[in-house]
Structures are given as structure tokens and as C-alpha cells.
């Protein structure tokens, strides 16, 4: 390691945006596309009529700015070059059915929107890198820049295991927009951070539950050092009030704008999904009952009887009540911090541990268990401290869980977890093999033991200012 520390921040750094962009445009290239026809059908009617007319006509699954997001990278795809379709030809996608019979004129077409949705969600990849390094260098100003450095390496290769997806699902946004709330905060704007998430939460739902907190971290600022424990609950109410009337704008917003009732029909779309084949609970089912039925449904593939559908009511209800206990744990550091003056900087490693234990938890105690969903939290892994041996432990740890969630999807999706096509009537799949069963495994337990380590983690030493710094 000397001979690196030795090395000039100019040449890390260079070699750090060498390494990224060989690793990044092998992903390009290598992308395994799946989504971006769905993103582009309904884009493409948005386009034609509006937000509203689509919602009233069509069933659609995902809220009103993910929507708009496929139709802004209709327009990006309108104005690219056309030669820019031939950037996708090599994926493994093109040498599937139905893309050899169709068209020529869908495949220029759909390629051409590939390529464009693939260079938007690069662009916003590269903006996450540069996102990484302005927290980090007001959070951790102390770091050398080989440390620095080392921490973007750490977002390459942390996200590296989701890389045969990066580049086609709309997930990858989440996690964009959750740095941008961490850089609004850390640049004393936690008021822009509401915003922030709540313009997440119209594209993607999740990040409502990291509103509470922004909040008791603005409360914790505004009272810390000589504030009582009324007037810090004042402020959590006055600051989750201003929240609150952030958020309500986008309920109103979708049914003035969106469709009416029907603008929210993908909340019913989800809520009435089964157990789904990669959700962590599933492997548990799996070795109480082998000869449980697999079927499709919702646009996933799920288990199919009256004992999987206990578990994912039971999923229904562990969900909610692990993200309030990771809300619970982030509100015991933020109170062991309010006698202390800190900076909004000071607290954002408990802001990035809270964050990704809410939303860890979130995954690992869910019905359903898509790997586009681990996007939201890689980007998030970099900004944790990981000064001691137990917290290098738990990024190993969640990294296994992302190379194993890339071996299920898309590695060995079809062969070992999917299977055969066995018959219609209900339309059911053979399920997974003794190897596919193992990967579910081994997903479902990194996963939650992941949420269990971070708990203690935060809960035994949360990531708080100990000593006095000067508030923002």
C-alpha cells in the first residue's frame, strides 16, 4: 500500500475514471435487456395523448414520473443519432424470441431506444460517482486522497454485481436521487432534501420511507447543544409538518393530473401480487413444501398456494413494521446527538446507516424481491464510515448478497430458477432446481442477516457527533 500512497492524486484519480469507464462500457455492452420495451410503450402513449389520458385507459404499474422518465428517453432516443441503435446489437437480448421475428422497422426502432435509455442511465451513473465525491469530501474531510479514491472504487465495484441490469432498469434512479437528498443535506438544504424525496416517491414509492429521516435529522441540527427535549420534539413536528405538505402534493397532483382514482391503480397492482420466486421469505417455503406450484402473475413469477400466500401476508406486515423499527433506531442516534452542536455534515453517516437499514430491511422482509430493488442501496454503501473491522465486514457481507442476486438474475434465471414450461391452466413453471434453491438461500440469508448486523450496528454505535462541532 505504500507505493499507492505515494502515487499523486492526479494519477488516482485517473486511474479510478480509466477503471470505471472500461468496467461501465463492458456493462453497456454486455446489458442484459428485459424492461425497456415496457418503458417505452407506455412513453410512447404518453407522448401521444398525456399522463392522464394514459392512466385512464391503460393499467399501469409504476407511478406517474417513471412513466415520464420513459418518455423523456423517448425524446433523447428522437434526437440521437441513428447510428446510435447499433451500440445494442451485441446484447444478449437480440438473439432471443421475439426480437429474430419481428421487424426491421421495430427493431430500429426499439434499439434506438434501448441505446438512448442505456446512455441516460450511464450519464446518471457517472452523476452518482460525482455525487459520492462531493459528500464525501464534506463528510470526510479528514480522508487522504487515496482514501477518497478508494471510496469511488468502492461505488464501481459495489455496483459493479447489479451491472448486467444497470444499464436497462429505471431502479438505478432511486439511488441517484437518494445521494441527491444525502448532498442537500450535507450542503445545509434539508428542506431541498423533502423535495427531493418526494419527487422520489412519485417516481418509485420508496423513498417516503427515508423522509422521517431527513426530518428528525433538520430538527436535530436546528435544537442540538443546548435544546431541550420539547423543543426538539417541536421541531420534529414543525419540520414533518413542512414534509408532510410537500408530500401531499403528489396525491393531489395524480388525481387532478394523472387519472383520477385510476392514477392509482398500481398501488392495487402491487398490494395483490403472491410470493414472489426471489423474495427472501420464498426460500423458507421452498424447504418446507418442494412440490409447491409456480406460476406468473403481476409481471413476476410467483409461488402458487395457500401456504405462500400466509407467508406473503405475513411479508405484509414484518415490511412495514421493520422499517419502523429501522426508523426507531435512526431517531435513538439523532437523540443522542441533540447534546451535541453538529453540522449537517457531522450527521450524515447516521443519515446513510438509517437510510440503508430502512431500506435493506424494506427488501429483506418483503413479498416480493425484484434484484433491480438492490440499486437503491449499492449507491449508498460508499458513504458508510467503514473504519472498523465489523462495518468492512458488513459491506463484504451485503456485496455477497449483490453477486448472488446477479447469479439469480439474470446468470441463471432461466436454467435453475425459472425452469420449463410445463403447462397452461393455470400457466405453471417447473421452479427451481436443487442449485437454484441453493442461490435463493444464500440470498435469503445475507439478506437478513445484513439488516440484523446494521441494526446492532446503528443501535450500538450510531454514526453521531460525540465531540462539539460547529453547527451549520
Known amino acids: 500500500m505504500n507505493w499507492l500512497r505515494k502515487r499523486r492524486p492526479i494519477t488516482l484519480y485517473t486511474a479510478l475514471v480509466v477503471a470505471y469507464v472500461l468496467v461501465r462500457t463492458v456493462f453497456f455492452l454486455v446489458t442484459t435487456g428485459g424492461e425497456y420495451r415496457l418503458y417505452k410503450s407506455y412513453g410512447d402513449d404518453a407522448r401521444r395523448t398525456s399522463l392522464d389520458e394514459l392512466y385512464r385507459n391503460r393499467d399501469i404499474e409504476y407511478p406517474h414520473l417513471g412513466v415520464a422518465f420513459g418518455a423523456a428517453v423517448g425524446y433523447v432516443a428522437d434526437h440521437l443519432p441513428s447510428g446510435c441503435k447499433h451500440l445494442v446489437r451485441c446484447r444478449p437480448n437480440k438473439f432471443e424470441w421475439p426480437y429474430q421475428e419481428e421487424s426491421e422497422e421495430r427493431h430500429d426502432a426499439d434499439d434506438q431506444y434501448e441505446a438512448a435509455l442505456g446512455l441516460v442511465l450511464f450519464a446518471l451513473d457517472a452523476w452518482c460517482l460525482w455525487l459520492v465525491f462531493s459528500i464525501v469530501r464534506r463528510v470526510y474531510p479528514e480522508d487522504a486522497a487515496l482514501t477518497r479514491v478508494g471510496r469511488l472504487f468502492a461505488y464501481v465495484i459495489v455496483t459493479s454485481p447489479c451491472g448486467l441490469i444497470l444499464f436497462d432498469r429505471q431502479d438505478l434512479v432511486v439511488g441517484w436521487l437518494a445521494l441527491l437528498a444525502i448532498w442537500a443535506l450535507a450542503t445545509r438544504r434539508p428542506r431541498l432534501g423533502y423535495a427531493i424525496l418526494v419527487l422520489g416517491t412519485a417516481y418509485k414509492l420508496v423513498p417516503v420511507l427515508l423522509l422521517p429521516v431527513w426530518v428528525i435529522a433538520a430538527a436535530t441540527v436546528k435544537c442540538g447543544g443546548s435544546s431541550t427535549p420539547g423543543r426538539w420534539l417541536r421541531t420534529i413536528v414543525l419540520e414533518a409538518a413542512i414534509a408532510g405538505l410537500m408530500l401531499m402534493a403528489w396525491p393531489v397532483l395524480t388525481y387532478a393530473f394523472g387519472g383520477g382514482e385510476r392514477g392509482f391503480l398500481y398501488l392495487t397492482w402491487h398490494s395483490q401480487r403472491g410470493l414472489q420466486l426471489e423474495a427472501p421469505a420464498a426460500f423458507p417455503v421452498l424447504l418446507a413444501d418442494p412440490t409447491v406450484e409456480f406460476g406468473s402473475s403481476y409481471g413476476s413469477f410467483n409461488l402458487r398456494g395457500e401456504r405462500p400466500d400466509r407467508v406473503a401476508r405475513l411479508m405484509g406486515l414484518l415490511m412495514p413494521l421493520s422499517a419502523l423499527a429501522g426508523m426507531a433506531i435512526a431517531g435513538r442516534g439523532f437523540w443522542r446527538a441533540l447534546r451535541q452542536p453538529a453540522a449537517y455534515s457531522s450527521l450524515i453517516p447516521h443519515v446513510v446507516a438509517s437510510s440503508l437499514l430502512i431500506w435493506v430491511a424494506f427488501i429483506a422482509f418483503n413479498k416480493v424481491g425484484s434484484p433491480q430493488y438492490l ?24 456485496l455477497l448478497a449483490l453477486l448472488d442476486t446477479m447469479l439469480i438474475y439474470p446468470c441463471r434465471y432461466k436454467d435453475d430458477l425459472v425452469g420449463e414450461f410445463l403447462h397452461e391452466d393455470p400457466m405453471t413453471w417447473r421452479g427451481p432446481t436443487s442449485f437454484g434453491v441453493f442461490l435463493l438461500g444464500v440470498k435469503s440469508v445475507t439478506l437478513v442477516v445484513c439488516t440484523l448486523w446494521l441494526a446492532t450496528l446503528t443501535w450500538r454505535k450510531p454514526h453521531v457527533p460525540t465531540e462539539p462541532s460547529i453547527g451549520d
Open 375 to 398: 440499486l437503491w442501496v449499492a449507491p449508498l454503501v460508499p458513504l458508510l464510515p467503514l473504519r472498523t473491522r465489523s462495518e468492512r465486514g458488513w459491506a463484504l457481507l451485503f
